[in-house]
């Protein structure tokens, strides 16, 4: 885990029972989800296999560990998980390298919460050298702290990554709002006891306790994101 900003920094918004606000990254706040799977797909063509388009749903959202792991064994290709997650880094960053496409609310989201001193925190199940890149692109100044999946020993969907955004934050998970895209990460944030917001990327998301789904992150603004925590106590 790796902040900009030492982890013992504590900010409350004031006024509100709202916390912190943690984002995942790879389809919540940029369009990259099809990046990977077309990284995947070219990845595995060039050692002679085809990926199933269902498999799609298999893989999104999770560690790199476990959708690679899951590929090699759905094909039987003959690589090992190290050899084909670094292959896999490669093909994404040479793709992000072009430009990275914001979702629709993405800039004016993060703008918002930096504006009114939200202590917001990235939480992606990428590696931080993919994590640096993109956040290069969303701008450092609106994270107070990013965790990477690399750097923590369970990541999504174990609910250790919110945990230590929490922590690093000076949060409590329970006044936290989380913003993900897969059943994945929405399941990591619920087991941290965090409140959810899901707009779905690739697979859809049911509606739950203590979770909302919206069409996209231009239905979410600091004003739902409060009412979010509110409403459930």
Known sequence: MTSTVPAAMTRTAEGSALQAVFLDMDGTLVDTEG????????????????????????????????????????????????????????RFEARIARGVPLMPGAARLLSELAAHNIPTALVSASHRRIIDKIVHSLGPSNFALTVAGDEVTRTKPHPDPYL??????????????????????????????????????VAPIAAAAGRVVVGSLEEVDLAFLRTLITRMN
Not at 166 to 188: I, M, Q, Y
């Open 35 to 90: 990046f990977w799977w077309d990284a995947e797909r070219e990845a595995f063509a060039a050692l002679g296999h085809e990926l199933d388009e269902s498999w799609r749903d298999v893989v999104v959202g999770g560690p790199m560990t476990r959708s690679a792991g899951f590929l090699i064994e759905a094909t039987g290709a003959d690589i090992t998980l190290a050899e084909l997650t670094v292959l896999l880094n490669e």
């Open 164 to 201: 230590i955004a929490a922590s690093g934050l000076g949060a409590d998970p329970a006044r936290c709002a989380v913003v993900e895209d897969t059943a994945t990460g929405v399941a990591a944030a619920e087991a941290a006891g965090c409140r959810v917001v899901a707009v779905p990327s």
